[in-house]
């Protein structure tokens, strides 16, 4: 079965980074846009990023651009996002998914920004 597993995040002080990760498994990877979305206590999930299948477009919520990447490596069968000048409000449990299988997560991955 599709199977997406999170894994990276932790506890960050404001201004640091962290590198997320998603192993994805059970489809063809390298035939589905994989995106990001993160959630925070008490309000909706939300969009962060997604690159596309071949890795030729990629885009991003405008309050991570410029902070964050995606990256895939459809080899591997697995998506990265890299977060920098980490922010207390880029607090969030943060989970990937894939465009072809929408209704699919993973348990998601904690990230908290906090001195």
């Known amino acids: 079965q599709v199977q997406l597993v999170e894994s990276g995040g932790g506890l960050v002080q404001p201004g640091g980074s962290l590198r997320l990760s998603c192993a994805a498994s059970g489809f063809t990877f390298s035939n589905s846009a994989m995106s990001w979305y993160r959630q925070a206590p008490g309000k909706e999930r939300e969009f962060v990023a997604t690159v596309t299948f071949s890795v030729r477009s990629t885009n991003y919520a405008v309050s991570v651009k410029g902070r964050f990447t995606i990256s895939r490596d459809n080899a591997k069968n697995t998506v990265v996002l890299q977060m920098n000048s980490l922010t207390p409000e880029d607090t969030a449990v943060y989970l990937c998914?894939?465009?072809?299988?929408?209704?699919?997560w993973g348990q998601g991955t904690q990230v908290t920004v906090s001195a």
């Open positions: 998914s894939a465009r072809v299988f929408p209704g699919v």
